[in-house]
Each structure stands twice: as structure tokens, then as C-alpha cells.
């Protein structure tokens, strides 16, 4: 049973998913300019608008962390599960996230944010 509360617990996660995010976008980032898409503009925009709403997110979600004593360290990795230790105001807790939960998490998230910028036009 975790002694972390739900909310403080969705923004450490955050913590691990929102770099991976990023990590993506920016590959992607690299794979639209080196295409040979006759109308780069549009789908450049949307990638690196969308890497800035991540990166801001991302920010404020350390900036809560620091602020309340949360961190995340990943501790183990292999083939199916990667271990984090989280630290909540002095209590670790180990959590255990089955790598392709990870994976359409990070995807579900990719998905919200190029929504998010598709209805906000």
C-alpha cells in the first residue's frame, strides 16, 4: 500500500513520462526535417509547440516536487519492467511499471497534447 497521495503521486509520474515525451517529439522533430514532405511548416510547428507545452508542464511539475520533497530515481531496468524509488517527504517506496504500460502511457499523453493543439485552433 503506498503512503503517497494520489495527486503527488500522478506529478511524479509525470516526472518519468513527460522526458519520455519529449525524448519522442524530439525525434520526430529530426525525422520531419530530414523527409521529403513537400509542407514541412505545419508539422514542425505542431511538434515543437506541442515539445513546449511539454517542457512547460514538465516544469512545473519539478518546480512542485522541489517545493514539496518528492523525487523520482529509476533503479533497475530489463526487458519487461522498469523499478523507480520514489521518496515522499522521506518515505521510499518502490514502484514497479511494466515497460509497455510505460510505453501507451507515453503515447496516450502524445496523443492528449497533439489533440489539445488540433481543437485549441
Do not use: C
Request: hydrophobic share 35%.
Amino acid at each position: 500500500m503506498t503512503r503517497i497521495p494520489e495527486h503527488d503521486r500522478d506529478i511524479m509520474e509525470k516526472a518519468i513520462y513527460l522526458p519520455m515525451v519529449l525524448i519522442i517529439l524530439n525525434r520526430d522533430l529530426t525525422v520531419v526535417q530530414n523527409s521529403p514532405f513537400k509542407l514541412k511548416k505545419p508539422y514542425l510547428e505542431l511538434i515543437e509547440e506541442t515539445m513546449k507545452d511539454v517542457q512547460r508542464e514538465l516544469g512545473e511539475a519539478k518546480e512542485y516536487m522541489k517545493k514539496n520533497k518528492l523525487k523520482v530515481i529509476e533503479t533497475k531496468r530489463d526487458d519487461a519492467f522498469t523499478m523507480y524509488l520514489f521518496i515522499y517527504k522521506g518515505y521510499e517506496e518502490n514502484h514497479n511499471y511494466f515497460n509497455p504500460r510505460i510505453r501507451n502511457k507515453v503515447q496516450e499523453l502524445m496523443e492528449t497534447y497533439f489533440l489539445k493543439k488540433h481543437l485549441s485552433r
